[in-house]
């Protein structure tokens, strides 16, 4: 019972529908601007919101076993300023900003400096001082940080470059390119535990549970998760999982720290200076290699360069993805996207397409199409 009330309160909290909203701002943004460069869509409008819990449901599951078992205690404080830092990273439009690190490792710095110099100060009905920060948050925190970088990194290898937004751009050379902007929000709801002693007189409805001797309140906190990376000089499908497997390993150091943090409690304040300032490096390096150099999508002499394939269509079914030249469509050589749809018109129940791909082999790809299939197949490409 007292895990239903938990998750109960999951419905009051503002930050679940702020991170809605924006999730469908996202996809209104993302279809103005492929509508801009490419006189279509290539998912809907609401793709972002419906996966915003998709993705992650089963990660949340897993972190909430994790919470319970271990016994992740967090004062309530900490986790109403977890919920200010992460509303503020989430309407700032700006995903760099919104990866876990940033708002569980700002709110515990916060308590620190506030432990430091000994200050008092209130945010609603919550008062923060010096009695807030204990030490076992030097250990909970940092864990709990890598865990969750882990879980982010997973994500983002996982999903990122599912809806990468293709966006046309100008070489030096007056040539058209295509980038790729992945801008994402996860939530997973996760529960932790509360000290029973930070529920307050005014929310006796609040859920508790009582082991030994101490009592502890229920809180399923929904964790929001924010990426926000472009590619150019790789594709998607390669550099995504890059990026992820990066923050993983990233992840795994900031996990040594905290174990470390349970013998030498001093360490977990480094671990957690080590999880902002490496996921920040992480954002710039990858944001500055992929401004330079070649753009791995644009125009190729060997034929027609697939910019988009959209979901659900012919072109998918084929398996034809993004960056590769399509060089003969039924048995004819094409080098625009006019004699691409002459030559698909030529055998209008199935297609066969001849494609270079990416480690420059020769495939072939065939599908057969149907009456309510659309006449380009799915295929979005560079003109």
Same mark, same amino acid.
């Given at each position: ?8 309160? *999951?419905?009051?909290? !503002? @930050? %679940?529908?702020?991170?809605? +909203? #924006? ?114 948050? *030097?250990?909970?925190? !940092? @864990? %709990?940080?890598?865990?969750? +970088? #882990? ?233």
């Amino acid at each position: 019972m007292e895990v239903l009330k938990g998750i109960g309160r *999951l419905f009051m909290n !503002p @930050l %679940l529908y702020v991170a809605i +909203l #924006f999730c469908v701002l996202i996809g209104y943004r993302r279809v103005m601007s492929e509508r801009q460069s490419f006189n279509r869509r290539i998912h809907w409008g609401m793709y972002e919101a419906v996966y915003l819990l998709k993705e992650g449901w089963g990660m949340a599951l897993i972190l909430s076993a994790i919470s319970l078992l271990v016994g992740f205690v967090l004062p309530l404080q900490y986790i109403v300023l977890v919920t200010i830092v992460m509303m503020i990273c989430i309407v700032t439009f700006y995903y760099h900003l919104a990866s876990v690190v940033y708002s569980f490792g700002v709110a515990f710095i916060i308590l620190w400096l506030t432990y430091m110099y000994d200050w008092s100060w209130q945010v609603w009905r919550f008062t923060f001082d010096a009695d807030v920060m204990h030490k076992h948050l *030097l250990i909970t925190v !940092p @864990l %709990l940080m890598s865990i969750l +970088l #882990f879980v982010e990194g997973q994500l983002v290898k996982k999903y990122a470059a599912n809806n990468a937004s293709p966006r046309l751009q100008t070489t030096e050379r007056g040539l058209k390119a295509v980038t790729y902007l992945a801008k994402r929000l996860w939530i997973l709801p996760v529960f932790f535990l509360i000290p029973g002693s930070a529920i307050p007189d005014w929310a006796p409805w609040w859920p508790q549970l009582s082991l030994g001797s101490d009592s502890y309140g229920i809180v399923l906190f929904p964790i929001v998760m924010g990426f926000q990376q472009r590619a150019r000089k790789m594709l998607p499908n390669a550099f995504y999982p890059q990026v992820g497997l990066t923050m993983q390993l990233l992840a795994l150091l900031v996990f040594i720290e905290a174990i470390i943090a349970i013998f030498f409690p001093i360490m977990g304040i480094a671990a957690v200076g080590v999880a902002i300032i490496g996921r920040i490096l992480i954002s710039i390096i990858y944001s500055v290699r992929e401004r330079k150099g070649v753009f791995a999508v644009t125009p190729q002499n060997d034929g027609v360069v697939v910019a988009a394939v959209l979901p659900e269509s012919p072109a998918e079914a084929m398996g034809i993805q993004i960056g590769e030249v399509i060089r003969r469509v039924n048995g004819i050589p094409v080098k625009t996207e006019e004699e691409l749809y002459e030559a698909l018109q030529i055998n209008a129940a199935h297609c066969r397409i001849e494609v270079l791909d990416a480690q420059h082999e020769i495939r072939i790809r065939q599908h057969v199409i149907f009456r309510h299939d659309h006449f380009r197949i799915g295929l979005i490409v560079l003109k």
